[in-house]
């Protein structure tokens, strides 16, 4: 079971991008999906999650700016990141409550994070 991260990349201040983690595996059930990054030199932050019902919760610093979304049936998890900021360079891991198999718990994995650079 794994948790593949992309679209990361170098943008100019204002710029967009639009990142991708796919969950792949033998996954019986997903739960909350989200996305935190961490800044140099900072700790890791929360940016945004999404239930499986499609509830969201985002970061004061990035609302109205970034947009969270989720394709259940591609096991996968969507940032949409506009108007973007220098102080959102970071690196962005993705994170995915799974239940392997039925009766099992949810545990929380890891995406691999992907480096956004927001400079001009």
């Known amino acids: 079971v794994q948790l593949q991260a992309s679209g990361g990349g170098l943008v100019q201040p204002g710029g967009y991008l639009r990142l991708s983690c796919a969950a792949s595996?033998?996954?019986?059930?997903?739960?909350?999906m989200g996305w935190y990054r961490q800044a140099p030199g900072k700790q890791r932050e929360l940016v945004a999650t999404?239930?499986?019902?499609?509830?969201?919760n985002y970061a004061d610093s990035v609302k109205g700016r970034f947009t969270i979304s989720r394709d259940n049936a591609k096991k996968t998890v969507y940032l949409q990141m506009n108007s973007l900021k220098p102080e959102d360079t970071a690196v962005y891991y993705c994170?995915?409550?799974?239940?392997?198999?039925?009766?099992?718990?949810?545990?929380?994995?890891w995406g691999q994070g992907t480096l956004v650079t927001v400079s001009s």
């Open positions: 999404i239930s499986s019902a499609g509830s969201t």
């Open positions: 595996g033998s996954i019986f059930s997903i739960n909350d």
């Open positions: 994170i995915a409550y799974l239940m392997l198999y039925m009766g099992d718990a949810y545990h929380n994995y």
